[in-house]
């Protein structure tokens, strides 16, 4: 008997409506905007490739890769002592690093 009353009080309240099973998401009608007029479908919240390819460091291994190279030692330790396109931020740095200790560790 307690079951049955706490079934009824979590019991979704939901109509059948077979149109809005079969209809378009939120997602795919935006998709469909995007493809007219050419505008992204979200907000991009990683890198565009726009953005990739203005890092030299981001060039060059992918050169390194293509040519299978990327996995050698003194490519790793070339990439890491190489500028990057901006300034790490500072929460993904380790200490050594924020004082001015040591580098990526390579050593």
């Given amino acids: 008997r307690r079951m049955r009353r706490l ?24 998709e469909r905007v995007s493809t ?6 979200q907000r991009v919240s990683g890198y565009t490739t ?4 203005k890092d030299q460091r981001f060039r060059v291994s992918e050169a390194l890769h293509t040519a299978g190279l990327a996995g050698t030692s003194h490519v790793r ?3 890491a002592a190489a500028a990057p396109f901006r300034a790490p931020r500072v929460d993904s740095m380790t200490t050594r690093e924020r004082t001015g200790q040591g580098g990526a560790g390579f050593g």
């Fill in 77 to 79: 330790h070339a990439m």
């Fill in 50 to 53: 726009e953005h990739l390819l």
């Fill in 7 to 30: 079934r009824e009080t979590v019991a979704p309240i939901a109509t059948r409506d077979s149109k809005r099973a079969v209809g378009a998401t939120a997602a795919s009608a935006a």
């Fill in 36 to 41: 007219v007029t050419g505008e992204s479908m």
